[in-house]
T-cell receptor, first 108, second 115 residues
Framework: TQLLEQSPQFLSIQEGENLTVYCNSS?????LQWYRQEPGEGPVLLVT?????EVKKLKRLTFQFGDARKDSSLHITAAQPGDTGLYLCGGSNYKLTFGKGTLLTVNP | NAGVTQTPKFQVLKTGQSMTLQCAQDMNHNSMYWYRQDPGMGLRLIYY???????DKGEVPNGYNVSRLNKREFSLRLESAAPSQTSVYFC??????????????FGPGTRLTVT
């Protein structure tokens, strides 16, 4: 069984702060996806990283795939209340394995 | 282009009742999935269909059955609902069943309560 551990599990910060959440595994993945889920809705795909060491930016969000393709991080710069949600990582080989998520709350 | 749609959005069942959750996608994806999401447990795969005509068990298949009706539609059936099946159910689809670009697209979910 391939497990993905996400940390922290919960994060509450003030608007304007920076934050990093992590997604770690002992398994190597072909790719890794990050999703954001808002209350009452389904997860929405943010980004896919494929190559070890790859960095992708989506406005104030920066995603990095570890060199060994076993871990990933998501960094948010100057967080805003609209960033509030559950952030899920999913590691892909034949099946997609999800972590349990980081619940982020950004307070005004 | 609606993406992935699910019906119903909410459902309350009594123990022992049956129901079918419907899912459809309009992205011409080959693969479809059913997950349940419970607090502290993350997303757990119930069943998936790698391609039209095939279905396979996921992590938590007991108490459920599925039908891949055609390329667009994938239904999930609870034959005899139990309180342990109270959950939020998500359907998802992807272009391929695996590989380097295994991106899934989710529906809005069905919130099921079994009393």
């Amino acid at each position: 069984t391939q497990l993905l551990e996400q940390s922290p599990q919960f994060l509450s910060i003030q608007e304007g702060e920076n934050l990093t959440v992590y997604c770690n595994s002992s398994s190597v993945f072909s790719s890794l996806q990050w999703y954001r889920q808002e209350p009452g809705e389904g997860p929405v795909l943010l980004v896919t990283v494929v190559t070890g060491g790859e960095v992708k930016k989506l406005k104030r969000l920066t995603f990095q795939f570890g060199d060994a393709r076993k871990d990933s991080s998501l960094h948010i710069t100057a967080a805003q209340p609209g960033d509030t949600g559950l952030y899920l990582c999913g590691g892909s080989n034949y099946k997609l394995t999800f972590g349990k998520g980081t619940l982020l709350t950004v307070n005004p | 282009n609606a993406g992935v749609t699910q019906t119903p959005k909410f459902q309350v069942l009594k123990t022992g009742q049956s129901m079918t959750l419907q899912c459809a996608q309009d992205m011409n994806h080959n693969s479809m999935y059913w997950y349940r999401q419970d607090p502290g447990m993350g997303l757990r795969l119930i069943y998936y269909s790698a391609s039209e005509g095939t279905t396979d068990k996921g992590e938590v298949p007991n108490g459920y059955n599925v039908s891949r009706l055609n390329k667009r539609e994938f239904s999930l059936r609870l034959e005899s609902a139990a309180p342990s099946q109270t959950s939020v159910y998500f359907c998802a689809s992807s272009e391929a069943p695996g590989g380097a670009r295994y991106e899934q697209y989710f529906g809005p979910g069905t919130r099921l309560t079994v009393t």
